[in-house]
């Protein structure tokens, strides 16, 4: 696939910053820092537009102070759409911020359909869409998001992942495939043994090995990749053979219960193949922990907590033997 | 759960209306007639808000024309994300455009995720979000979307029903269960046999079961139903034999080769319990088919299509003895 995939700025950024760290970028009205709400509702009042400025203010402080600890930046759609076109603008604006920045982009939209909808999800979210041209009868091609990587869900199947294999390869974006999520409780249909005796999260992941092929950057690792949550390490070991050169993303580390330890025993012996998520745990590291203080320190307590966090994870692949650093 | 939910509209529609037939608002850049398209870069350049603008006029006009032949509209939410913050803008004044002239909006969005981020997909959609209050400490509660009911994907399980069964129980919304879907090829997960026999989509129809508990509207049905394409009529009588009293949502009519007489196998006896959708079928009846015509026709083209669609409906839904009209 040659140069500058996904899993190439990827490698680079854990080389470059001794760092397999991920931080979530979820933000929650509440919980913005008063001084944040507060200046957005001077500027534009009661509005969704000064949400929207209020998010993007806060995203773009979080992410000037992670990036040295960060590799990566996982913004969660969710949050952003839940405010409407507003939300959606400060999600693009984050997008081109962190990638200005020089931060791996994985946005985290968890989407799946088929056909013609799949097609729209890979070309609005990684590739580029319809746009115009010179005259009516013609037409250009733009990027919207441009994210580098994106979640997927896979129960539609091939009609759903044709399109993102075609981006994977022709764009060198990367995609995560939705399969042993951290949530407690545990999803029925994951766990569920299917008639060959292998639990529905196993198949898939035998399908995401079929699917990524050919994806593979310079160094070996695959442009798609699965979710599987630190809290559950046990299942990380079984997803690690059957996909030995994809990436995990691994969500649960920290506020969800998954300890360092868990986090990395996805790893492979060189040191890669996961990038660990750590979401409100560091972007509200103000409110609750050891990192607490009053809300205009929030940005020296995400620092910390990012700090941290690194720290934390790299003394759990340093002690699994699979890191020097 | 009282009156004037989701449900007992959706009933009501039917009665007033004698359809069963929803269309799909799911525009492509390249196939909204060049005038519309024009008229769009006229005022506002060959811009990502001319787009959004294009969009909303043609469902504007499709909405005028076939609002006499259907129950309900589902936008998917794919083709107007791709086009970032002006394409859900469009989105949004489309939902509130179709709401006014008394359709019932479900907003096809397959979302799935868990905890905090399932609930802002609940709050988000079809609920209510953190808003601005009237100083710093307070706050209230806003709709963003506000559509009637929406679909969602349920791997994830508990963690991501949970919000969900709330906002339709206290908000008297709708949610559709992706299980079945409409493509071609079929879904190897949705069709794996679990260990006790049956498939993993007949798995979900049960946990769906359960999850609909004490969703029941005035008359009897649920507000939480499945997605079952018309493709795979055989699967639509063990789906209701599961769900006697769910609504399915129903693709795959027409466009993607599933005739009248296989999209109504799964209603019951009574004449409810689905919904048929048609998409491109309706909206680009302009470009081909048995209605094609000059772009500056596509109104009428539409409306003939939707004419067609319901009428080809209740036929077959009288073939099959469940209804008089």
Chains 1, 2 share one sequence.
Request: hydrophobic share 35%.
């Amino acid at each position: 696939m040659g140069k500058e995939t996904f899993t190439d700025r990827l490698m680079d950024a854990i080389d470059e910053k001794h760092s397999i760290l991920n931080v979530g970028l979820d933000p929650q009205f509440k919980r913005i820092p008063v001084q944040i709400r507060e200046k957005a509702r001077k500027a534009y009042g009661p509005t969704w537009q000064a949400i929207g400025h209020a998010y993007l203010r806060f995203n773009k402080e979080i992410i000037d102070t992670v990036e040295p600890y960060v590799i990566s930046v996982k913004p969660q759609m969710a949050f952003y759409e839940a405010y409407s076109h507003w939300g959606v603008w400060a999600f693009q604006k984050t997008v081109q911020y962190a990638k200005d920045k020089g931060l791996v982009v994985i946005e985290d939209a968890k989407r799946g359909d088929g056909g013609d909808t799949a097609q729209a999800y890979a070309d609005g979210h990684l590739g580029r869409v319809d746009f115009w041209g010179d005259d009516e009868e013609t037409f250009t091609k733009m990027p919207s998001y441009d994210v580098d990587c994106m979640t997927i869900k896979a129960w539609i199947g091939q009609s759903m992942l044709d399109p993102f294999i075609e981006v994977v390869k022709e764009q060198g974006k990367g995609v995560f495939v939705v399969d042993k999520t951290s949530f407690i409780p545990n999803s029925v249909i994951e766990q569920k043994k299917t008639e060959d005796g292998i639990t529905n999260w196993e198949n898939l992941a035998h399908l995401v090995r079929e699917w990524g092929k050919d994806t593979e950057g310079e160094r070996g690792y695959r442009n798609m990749g699965v979710v599987i949550g630190a809290t559950y390490p046990e299942e990380a070991e079984t997803m690690r053979k059957i996909l030995p050169n994809a990436w995990f993303l691994i969500p649960g580390y920290d506020t969800q219960g998954g300890g360092a330890d868990d986090a990395v025993v996805g790893f492979n012996k060189d040191g890669y193949g996961g990038v660990v998520n750590s979401s409100r745990g560091i972007i509200f590291a103000y409110i609750k922990g050891r990192f607490q203080c009053d809300p205009k320190d929030f940005v020296e307590a995400s620092r910390k907590a990012a700090e941290f966090a690194r720290d934390d994870l790299n003394a759990a692949l340093k002690q699994a033997g699979k890191r020097a650093w």
